[in-house]
């Protein structure tokens, strides 16, 4: 089903760089790509520091961290 939209000057001067950049074939497909990549799911990075903390307990954990947390915010 084809239907039409209504957008400002801008937005089809940005639509038209968009198509471009991502290289689609239509606005269709580049407003597609855009949509697809900012809806999808995001990886969960739960537990992804467990590797790195095998042998601490919690409360060791969040020292550890937040240590480092605050030489990363001095730089």
């Known amino acids: 089903m084809v239907t039409t939209i209504q957008v400002d000057e801008?937005?089809?001067a940005l639509l038209k760089k968009l198509k471009t950049?991502?290289?689609a074939s239509s606005?269709?497909?580049a407003?597609?790509?855009i949509a697809i990549?900012?809806?999808k799911p995001k990886k969960s990075m739960a537990g992804s520091?467990?590797?790195y903390f095998t042998n601490y307990s919690t409360q060791e954990m969040i020292k550890k961290?937040?240590?480092e947390?605050?030489?990363l915010d001095r730089i």
Request: glycine share 0%.
């Open 21 to 23: 950049f991502l290289n």
């Open 37 to 39: 990549k900012h809806l």
């Open 49 to 51: 520091l467990a590797k």
């Open 69 to 71: 947390r605050k030489s």
């Open 31 to 33: 407003i597609n790509k």
């Open 10 to 12: 801008k937005t089809i």
């Open 65 to 67: 961290v937040k240590k």
């Open 27 to 29: 606005y269709d497909e």
